[in-house]
């Protein structure tokens, strides 16, 4: 009991001489709020992208493209194939029919609001249940286009990213006018860095007869997408290869991902290893500041255990500060920043905006946490071991 | 030059505290070594861009094709050196990880067109031997470990052949060099002939783009708009510009990395500053009395003031310089993500810079702490002692 | 170097206050001080008394507040900071209480200290170190770390230190303040000999009745005045 007391004590004293250590201490909050900071928002990006593939997929939607073919652009359907897909077993039903919608994917070139340089936009042609096997699309601007109108819509992530893709404007493609007439959203799946259009409309502008490139499939469950694929494999009219959308997307961003990861971590690792120096360091200077102050405690007949624990204790609360004021800077800063990267597979532009998720800033606290414990315990022990004596006298 | 000892017998005293101090500023420096590497690598080729030549491309968008017939017709215009053209094969090797650059195109042309990519004569002419030959890059060489010799599939997805097969196989006849650091060697090259002959035939007569040589780099705009003029209200429209707008668009495309890098090496030497700038104010905060003692010797304000920051000079310098060598040293070695950059080194002019940012560093810490030591006054200092 | 009296030091009318928080407090008033060429002088007092602050202001480590300091023809009241420092590094050696060596230094490089103030060449002030050492005695601990060493030996690095410019004033402030009563002795019998052999001129601040013995004259210092008699 009385070693609790000791602990309160020596920990009591320690944070009212705080004030004198001013300038260090700030200096170790500082610190480990900048690499907190830096962390968090770097591996936000990663975070923002993959949170743009994943709320895009779902287990119970499917992608069927033409065998062999690595992205929808690559891919070619005949109408017959198309038809032979929505009646396969395992595509859900509404009013409507069959919820299942062959579409185009091509590029069109734009300029990048912010570069004013060109960037390859996907614009999409659909059928009528696009939207209803996607579940997430929702126009906040606008009106959705007629069928069979030289109308499009707009994705919000497009509309940020590329210059004159503005409500009302028009686009010109080839020797086309196309309206704008609305602008959807996609819960911030990549559809939102898309342009959309009637599927026939641009079968006539690009020539592709009655060929689409890619079917969208709802099913009615998950589990059911065995039955699906193994129909559609089997069948000896077509020559498919089928997805799900969740694989289908991530296959396609492996590349980034990848990139992405490497680059966030590697950055991220050689801060972390910065960030424990710094901190050892700068706890070593705190420590250090206080030696006389913790040979007259010991002097006077405090144990050495309380005193270490003193010490953690205060470079434990400078490494939860630091990670506060970190991560609420990164969250400031980069919650919510919009960017745009190149998908290699499809060659076209995708939008996402970095998250700034719990987890994250869980990450960041936990780091700081420990570059705080191993900051502070060297230079505890080495303060619990002086000789009083010589601890008197320094400083 | 008398007074090194001074200095060095002061950073021996915390051998810890120096060590520490050393090693957080040598892992910023490693971090800028990487983050240099990384921008250039992200640049795609921007600084090695061809002053005299353009890219003609398909005007709606990159994945239209142009007709092969314009090659003659863009050789005709005024300023036009040479016009040769390329496609954008994008098969797969193995699996679509493994993404490089593929192009069937016109070998002597192709390799006049971009004299910074050395292959020697004798491998040349293998390839104008052997019509399934290929030449790659150095870097896709080493990534894959191919030799000349070797047999590579690669799977179609775009191209299939006559008969319906995806499986293209293409025979090693040469690995190309780059002229630069800089150049891209991840090309996978094979002839446009026995293309053209393979693939399906309602896909005959088309290529990617066109590469085209000028005869005077002044006029690249010009030419470009002349190249374009005369495919306006074509069914094939083309959009010409110089190869630098091209790479630096595709770079854009990449996404804004540049202001990204920038801020977070920002905030490392921030950080670093910070940590660095504390240290040497505790170390001269331990000092006042030395400093006083000296003061009453007959060291000068200035003299003492100019101790203080030689040392966080000399500790904050070669600290940078150290963490830029060993970043030269590591990156050399190679690059982290497996091939997903086709060129990866720390560029001498970004290492310059970073020798500039060691010294301004060991200034900065020094500064407050140099000031504080100048001003203070010898009576007060040897009475606190 | 001494003015045509024959005098090093000449004070004038000296006064010195200190202010602490909204108190001024006077501590030397209206001095006046001669003190001749090749003296070895101890002043004494009690504490507070202003000894060392009249032993800083000889040594050009602070100014008077009124009144005329005159030390080897210069008026060190007068001269910049700058020049004040160079002045200082050429004639004057202190010895403190305290030691005052710097612990990252071994004693040569100590003793060296002031001679890199000096256009030297590296083999000229080695050999001032070494003949230095040698006068106080030390000249076999030359690489040792002041943690290394005694007080009394600490203490004989820091005349050395004092001496190796051939300094026109040596000023020590309690210098056997620290030490115990051989040790001290030691360093008085060093003082009295560079005194005596070497003609130096010696202010030696001091509470020691003993040390202040050593020395050829005593001047007391009460309540910021110098008499010559100690009070009562």
């Known amino acids: 009991m009385r070693w609790l007391r000791q602990v309160f004590a020596v920990t009591w004293f320690g944070l009212q001489t705080m004030p004198q250590r001013l300038g260090s201490s700030a200096a170790a909050v500082f610190g480990i709020a900048g690499v907190v900071a830096v962390l968090v928002g770097v591996l936000s990006i990663a975070q923002g992208f993959r949170a743009a593939l994943e709320t895009a997929g779902s287990d119970d939607m499917a992608i069927v493209l033409r065998s062999g073919s690595t992205s929808e652009m690559v891919s070619a359907l005949s109408r017959d194939t198309v038809l032979v897909v929505a009646d396969t077993e395992g595509v859900a039903r509404d009013a409507r029919g069959a919820m299942s919608s062959a579409e185009l994917f091509v590029i069109i070139d734009l300029l990048k609001r912010s570069t004013g340089t060109s960037a390859n936009v996907p614009l999409r042609g659909v059928q009528e249940q696009a939207f209803e096997v996607r579940g997430n699309i929702e126009i906040v601007e606008g009106r959705t286009f007629e069928w069979g109108r030289n109308e499009v819509i707009i994705g919000v992530g497009a509309a940020l990213e590329f210059a004159g893709l503005d409500l009302g404007s028009s686009l010109e493609v080839a020797s086309d006018r196309w309206e704008i007439v609305g602008v959807f959203s996609a819960n911030g799946g990549i559809s939102e860095s898309e342009i959309w259009t009637d599927a026939r409309i641009l079968q006539s502008a690009y020539r592709r007869g009655d060929s689409f490139q890619a079917v969208y499939t709802r099913l009615t469950s998950p589990e059911v997408f065995t039955t699906f694929k193994d129909e559609l494999d089997t069948d000896p009219r077509v020559d498919l290869k089928v997805s799900r959308s969740s694989d289908y997307y991530s296959e396609q961003s492996s590349m980034v991902t990848n990139l992405i990861n490497v680059v966030g971590f590697l950055i991220a690792g050689l801060m972390a290893l910065g960030a424990v120096f710094g901190a050892v360091n700068t706890m070593y200077s705190a420590v250090s500041a206080r030696t006389r102050e913790i040979a007259t405690l010991r002097a006077l007949g405090f144990r050495n255990g309380p005193v270490i624990i003193s010490v953690m204790f205060e470079s434990l609360l400078l490494a939860l500060a630091g990670s506060a004021v970190g991560g609420a800077a990164a969250w400031i800063i980069f919650d919510g920043q919009r960017a745009a990267t190149m998908n290699w597979q499809s060659f076209s532009q995708v939008t996402f905006a970095f998250r700034v998720t719990p987890e994250l800033l869980v990450m960041g606290a936990i780091g700081a946490t420990l570059i705080g414990l191993i900051g502070g315990i060297f230079p505890a022990i080495r303060a619990a071991r002086l000789p009083i004596a010589t601890g008197l006298r320094e400083g | 030059m008398k007074y090194v000892h001074l200095v060095w017998s002061n950073l021996k005293r915390k051998k810890v505290r120096t060590f520490l101090t050393f090693s957080s500023v040598l892992v910023a420096f490693l971090l800028f070594g990487y983050l240099s590497a990384i921008e250039t690598a992200l640049e795609q080729g921007v600084s090695v861009a061809g002053a005299d030549r353009l890219m003609v491309r398909h005007k709606v968008s990159l994945i239209q094709p142009l007709p092969e017939t314009y090659e003659a017709q863009i050789e005709q215009i005024d300023g036009v050196v040479d016009a040769t053209p390329a496609t954008w094969f994008g098969g797969v090797y193995q699996e679509p990880r493994n993404f490089f650059f593929q192009a069937p195109v016109k070998p002597r042309e192709y390799l006049a067109m971009y004299p910074e990519f050395l292959l020697p004569e004798d491998q040349l002419e293998a390839w104008l031997n052997t019509r399934t030959g290929v030449v790659v890059g150095r870097a896709i060489a080493d990534r894959f470990d191919w030799k000349i010799g070797d047999r590579v599939p690669i799977q179609a997805t775009i191209w299939f052949k006559r008969d319906g097969s995806r499986l293209w196989e293409f025979d090693i006849v040469g690995i190309y060099d780059g002229a630069e650091q800089a150049t891209d060697t991840a090309q996978f090259l094979f002839r446009y002939d026995y293309f053209d002959e393979a693939r399906q035939e309602g896909a005959r007569g088309n290529v990617g783009w066109y590469i085209v040589r000028v005869d005077d780099p002044d006029r690249s705009v010009e030419i470009a708009d002349a190249i374009d003029e005369r495919f306006a209200n074509s069914p094939a429209e083309t959009s010409a510009e110089t190869e630098l707008a091209f790479v630096q668009g595709f770079a854009n495309q990449l996404g804004n990395i540049g202001k990204i890098m920038t801020g977070v090496l920002s905030a490392v030497f921030f950080t670093i500053l910070l940590v660095a700038g504390n240290t040497m104010a505790q170390t001269v905060r331990e000092r006042i009395g030395e400093i006083g003692v000296i003061k009453a010797i007959g060291f000068t304000d200035r003299q003492v003031m100019g101790l203080v920051l030689a040392e966080s000079l000399v500790l904050a310098g070669s600290a940078g310089l150290v963490g830029l060598g060993v970043a030269a040293w590591l990156i050399s070695a190679g690059d982290p993500t497996g091939g997903a950059f086709p060129m990866f080194f720390f560029p001498p002019a970004d290492m310059a810079v970073g020798a500039l940012l060691a010294i301004t560093l060991g200034v900065a810490a020094g500064a407050f702490p140099a000031m504080q030591a100048r001003r203070l006054q010898v009576a007060e200092a040897l009475r606190r002692k | ?232």
């Open chain 3, 1 to 232: 170097m001494s003015d045509t009296n024959g005098n090093i030091v000449q004070a004038r009318g000296i006064t010195k206050n200190f202010k602490r928080g909204a108190e001024t407090i006077h501590v030397l008033h209206d001095l006046d001080l001669d003190i001749p060429n090749g003296e070895f002088l101890a002043l004494m007092g009690p504490s507070g008394s202003g000894k060392s602050t009249l032993l800083n202001l000889i040594g050009g480590l602070d100014r008077p507040d009124t009144g005329s300091m005159e030390v080897g023809g210069e008026r060190v009241d007068a001269l910049g900071a700058r020049r004040l420092a160079k002045w200082r590094a050429r004639h004057i050696g202190f010895v403190f209480q305290f030691y005052n060596l710097l612990p990252a230094l071994t004693a040569a490089r100590n003793v060296e200290l002031p001679l890199l103030l000096a256009p030297l060449s590296k083999k000229e002030r080695r050999r001032q170190v070494e003949t230095a050492l040698k006068v106080v005695g030390l000249d076999h601990r030359t690489k040792h770390y002041p943690r290394q060493l005694s007080g009394g030996e600490q203490q004989r690095v820091g005349i050395a230190r004092a001496i190796a410019t051939d300094p026109t004033l040596l000023l020590c402030d309690e210098p056997t303040g620290d030490l115990d009563r051989t040790s001290g002795d030691e360093i008085l019998d060093i003082l009295q000999a560079l005194s005596r052999e070497h003609g130096k001129t010696i202010v030696m601040v001091t509470h020691d009745p003993h040390a202040a013995q050593r020395a050829g004259r005593t001047m007391y210092l009460d309540e910021g005045h110098l008499t010559a008699e100690r009070p009562a």
